[in-house]
Every structure is written in C-alpha cells, then in structure tokens.
C-alpha cells in the first residue's frame, strides 16, 4: 500500500537540513565558481540520491549534545569571519 507522492519541492529542506543550511548561510558569496553550496537548494531538491547522501553528513551533526552545539555555532561564526578576511 503505498501514499501519493511527495512533491520534494516543496518539503522544507532548511527543516531538514539544518546544519548544512548553517554552513551554506556562512558562504560569504555563493556566485563565487568554488563555492562548495553553489546549488545546493537546486540539488537537493532533484536527486533523491543527493539528498540520502547530505542526510549521511547531517544526520552526525543532528545528534550533538547542546554543548557542542554552543562551540558549532561559535567555530561556524570564526570560520565566516575568516571567509570574509580576503586571501591569504
């Protein structure tokens, strides 16, 4: 017995994918050719395989305690303060 199917597109991914969205939110210009979160809206919301995949990377980061979480959020702000720096 199966449902109807789900309209990916219209899943909340931010819900989903909260720490991946932190990380994207820290790229200080996703036009830029190398950043890695370039189309990650785009993909995640075509490929049922890419979205299994990130669920492989976000599901570790999910489970930290709230502790971790606090120095995530503090070592997530260095990194973007960091990006924004210029070269090196």
Known sequence: ???????????????????????????????????????????????????YCYTQVERPLALLDASVAVRWHSSNAKAKRRQTCGPY
């Open 1 to 51: 017995m199966t449902g109807p199917a789900i309209d990916m597109a219209q899943l909340p991914f931010a819900d989903i994918f909260p720490r991946l969205y932190e990380l994207r939110a820290a790229v200080p210009d996703l036009t830029h050719p190398d950043a890695y979160f370039q189309n990650f809206v785009d993909r995640i919301t075509e490929s049922e395989h890419i979205r």
